[in-house]
């Protein structure tokens, strides 16, 4: 009925057919967890297929639903699984839960390619997976060369009718090169520059029905071969979106996209788009607390089982450990559908089980949690000694998952029982090691710890040796100082605890915070629309508490209100350590409305009050920079902005103000730089008259009409890194791996004396994206995040047969490295910056 009605409504409106061809790409979109009627779907969609020949059916079903449909309804299977071969129908988007993708990790995205092929091949063998395409905007600027290492050959960046949560600009005509940030070109067919968002909707351009005005844009613009595409609502009961037979709206036929771009497309171009991670234009409920939340919890288990399999495979390269391949697969499964974009755009939505996405979330990612906690304590335990020997000595293993040497700051609870309060800490080399002794009887001292490796510090008997302690603390009545050897801190007691002055000492003692503005540096402020004003954290005073002070750290608790609501943040500095770290914590005690303005139920109207981030609540950092340049992080790429400001107020005028770990301002003139990290992917704010500012609070009604309320006290982790000379030059990204990944301490009796690492990438500016244990060797992961183009160095410190370059699908890319690019123990690489490369490493 509603198919029928809507080849009526074209036909009232005019629709014409074109003597011209024009095609459009139906399918259907969703899955057992989005939406995806098990009891009748499956045999619709096959019933549909031999009624209508004409018809072509693009898929981007989540892969675990085929497990649903093969157990409830196996008729409506065996018949499905008989024409999904056939060329009539494509797969068109495998990953497992059909992630955002620009939200999330890039190891996370190759994981959901990954699992998913998988899922789907092992219910259907024979698919081969040619053409990207998606429903919802799934795109990050990374993704050519992840998917044509997984085989794919081209890429759609269209999704018409469902973009609620944002677009990709409009650019080119029929097809374009899309360049990602390595380099690597994959064909596409683009959101046409003629292709204008719908009048009157805020969820759809003008492909979702190929409708004569858009057709008609499309031959002015000389496109020779226009095409749609609607990938359908799995829960609806449409067959053909278009109609069928004679009756197909403007005499549109029916393609695939693999059908279009070899049959029927020119199936090449000179169109060469270096698609930046702007291009693509989201906006999602930033600042929400339950969007806080969810990309909390999905950032902790990124980072949870990333390591956990390093870790893992740490100990397979020392002792042949090896964990439970299957908890690992279950771990990342649940992580996956923690990602899926329906958990972010609508996470107030009940599940089939009654529960919401949100709620969800928490359970998945928990499981998530436990599993990598897991591997990580028995991979630790597995490097223990013959547990029946007696140790006169008490040893301290840290282990680095990274693939560089760091120097960081570590703490090791000691036993309860341990009496000793006069001992010695000693490294393999017989050097001592200063310490101090923490509350809760916790030893913390600067260790230094080789590249994805470990080293190992003995506990002895007698007098431990001081260091002199660079940190100091001046308080004083009106304002306070917080001073090492890398930066002097001064916070302003009067204006709420934000920052007077921030002097960066190894940068010829640079003033980092701005004097002359209408902003103080560290100042949390947000617009209060209930009472129709701005409120700022500047106008009440605060208070300090000096909470750490030793050889190595110093914290300071600042206390203090924003309105009447109490606010605790603590800041830290430490020996060596050129982050600043600061824990801020808002103890809402009830609800209050932040945002532009009371957004009522016209949730849908092109003018929204959760938009411009400039109203939200914002921890913000004017900075003493002549001008500015902006790059931010994004999933295997770095992306320098080309946005005057982050602006906008309405659908139609998105703009990409998403930070997923970094963003960097840098005075390109002088090379000041500084980098702000955050715990969770949200939204930054940044223009002319406007300093950079962390969105952290948003409540209000928002997207589907929910009151994204706050209902808990926040809690945000984020860091500052002043720093000069431009990002890569001074490692941003390898600190923020740090930072993510920090040291694992562990003590025990039973440990070897002795130091290690495994993988060294010697500062090559290259990551170690993931490290993994397989039946007969390891997988290793290598991203140039930071380096040159250039020939690098590797250095394997552990035995091995040979060595494998892969692509991600497996295939081998490189049957034997062990010739032209290894000498001993070193691997020869050069990776485009940005490019990433796998090892199959056999031993």
Known sequence: MFRICITLLMSSLGFILFAQNVYFVDGYHGGVYGHYPLEWKTRFITDNYYKHPEWRISLEIEPETWDSVKVRTPEDYSRFEKIVTNERVEFTNPTYAQPYCYNISGES?????????????????????TTYSVEEPCFTSSLPQLLKSFGFRYAVLKCPNTCWGGYTRAHGKELVNWIGPDGTIILSVPRYECEDLEKNSTWQTKAWNNSTAYLKDCFDSGIKNPVGMCFQDAGWKNGPWLGFGKNISNN????????????????????????????IQVNLMWGSQVLQRIGQQVRKSENSIVTAEKMGTLAYLENKY??????????????????????W?????????????????TRWTDNTNITSGKVVSEAIKSFETDMKSINKDNFIRVFNTLGFQRK????????????????????VRNKEIPYSIEKGNVVCFLADVPSFGYATYKMLPGKPISEIK???????????????????????????????SLIVKRNNNKEYAKKESDYL?????????????????????????LIKDNQFETAILIEGYIASIPFRQTVTIGKGNERIDFDLEIDWKQNVGIGEYKQQNMWKDNRRAFCDDRFKLNVLFPVDFNSTKLYKNAPFDVCESRLDNTFFNTWDSIKHNVILNWIDLSDPDTGNSMALFTDHTTSYSYGKNFPLGLTLQYSGKGLWGPNYTITEPLHVKYALYPHKEKWDKS??????????QPLITYLSGHLNFESKSFIDLQNSGYELSSVQTLIDGVLVRVFNAEGKDGIQKIKLNFPYNSIQEVELNGETKQSDLSIKARSYNELLLSIPKFGLRTFYIMN
């Open 521 to 545: 540096f560290g100042e949390i402020r947000g617009y209060f629309y209930d009472e129709k004003r701005f409120h700022s954290s500047k106008e009440n005073r605060a208070r300090f508490t």
């Open 252 to 279: 549109s036929t029916y393609v695939t996209w693999k059908e279009y771009i070899e049959k029927i497309s020119a199936g090449k171009t000179n169109d060469n788009w270096h698609f930046s991670q702007e291009d």
């Open 470 to 500: 660079t940190q100091n603390f001046s308080p004083g009545s009106n304002e306070c100082i917080l001073e090492n050897e890398l930066y002097k801190i001064v916070f302003d007691l009067q204006k709420g605890g934000t920052i007077k």
């Open 345 to 361: 755009i609508v996470p107030y939505n009940k599940l089939k089980n009654g529960r919401t996405w949100a709620d969800e979330i």
């Open 322 to 343: 090896s964990y439970k391949k299957d908890q690992i697969d279950e771990a990342w499964r649940t992580l996956m559908l923690a990602q899926h974009h329906d958990s």
């Open 731 to 740: 490692s941003v990204s390898a600190k923020s791996d740090s930072w993510n």
């Open 109 to 129: 995205i190759i994981r959901q390619f990954e699992y998913g092929i998988k899922k789907i091949n092992s219910h259907f063998p024979e698919i081969r997976f």
């Open 408 to 427: 960081e700051i570590v703490s090791v609870r000691l036993p309860e029982n341990f009496s000793n309060t006069n001992f010695r800490i000693q490294d």
